[in-house]
Nanobody, 123 residues
Framework: QVQLVESGGGLVQPGGSLRLSCAAS????????MGWYRQAPGKERELVAA???????NYADSVKGRFTISRDNAKNTVYLQMNSLKPEDTALYYC?????????????????WGQGTQVTVSS
């Protein structure tokens, strides 16, 4: 079994910063792509940023230049540094990871989701 545990959300004023973390644990052989998604009330879940195992990144246009995604492969952890936060960044932020595992039935891979961490940007 694999778990993704997020932390770092909270309430911050416009212009402030937050750093989200997501640690993967359990039956993990390798992790390929890791990413952060968000979902605001009444809206669909959207990709915020993603990073591959080799460090290639991509960002939503709305966060380019303000957010930075990074990962520590030794710790199976992905981070999202969020600067210059805006009220429209308010959402539930989810971690996602493509993980390869091995069991007595052989190799398998699937995407896992964290439980979400709330980010609220308000004065």
């Amino acid at each position: 079994q694999v778990q993704l545990v997020e932390s770092g959300g909270g309430l911050v004023q416009p212009g402030g910063s937050l750093r989200l973390s997501c640690a993967a644990s359990g039956n993990i052989f390798s992790i390929n792509r890791m990413g952060w998604y968000r979902q605001a009330p009444g809206k669909e879940r959207e990709l915020v940023a993603a990073i591959t195992s080799s460090g290639s990144t991509n960002y939503a246009d709305s966060v380019k230049g303000r957010f930075t995604i990074s990962r520590d492969n030794a710790k199976n952890t992905v981070y999202l540094q969020m600067n210059s936060l805006k009220p429209e960044d308010t959402a539930l932020y989810y971690c996602n990871a493509d993980i390869r595992s091995y069991s007595d039935r052989g190799w398998y891979g699937r995407a896992y989701w964290g439980q979400g961490t709330q980010v609220t940007v308000s004065s």
